[in-house]
């Protein structure tokens, strides 16, 4: 119900932009996160945003990456900029219904959907 795609290999400094695409649901209707996952560790936090378009990051991610969402095309985004080699890492979105006013999770409990990732690769 969830493709990420967009990522790929880029050059520090540089700028990439995932997409989450859903089908079969209305993504307007549920709160979306995304996670990045190394091997060998634990799947972690990077940003999310709610209904409302409320948004939280991770510090990691903050100043640096935009999380955004187009109801109208069903999907989310994760714009990011000045990346470094240490956000290289598999890419993943998560969705869950909410209500409205529900903050924006940051946990990995908090979704319940997820897509299959895309890798990121940011070479020094």
């Known amino acids: 119900q969830l493709h990420a795609s967009g990522g790929g290999l880029v050059q520090a400094g540089g700028s990439l932009k995932l997409s989450c695409a859903a089908s079969?649901?209305?993504?307007?209707?549920?709160?979306v996160g995304w996670f990045r996952q190394v091997p060998g560790k634990e799947r972690e936090f990077v940003a999310a945003i709610n209904r409302m378009g409320s948004t939280v990051y991770a510090d990691s991610a903050k100043g640096r990456f935009t999380v955004s969402r187009d109801n109208a095309k069903n999907t989310a985004y994760l714009q990011m900029n000045s990346l470094k080699p240490e956000d290289t890492a598999v890419y993943y979105c998560?969705?869950?219904?909410?209500?409205?006013?529900?903050?924006?999770?940051?946990?990995?409990?908090?979704?319940?959907?997820w897509g299959q990732g895309t890798q990121v690769t940011v070479s020094s």
């Open positions: 998560a969705a869950k219904r909410i209500i409205m006013t529900v903050a924006p999770g940051t946990g990995r409990r908090d979704y319940d959907n």
């Open positions: 079969r649901v209305t993504l307007q209707m549920f709160g």
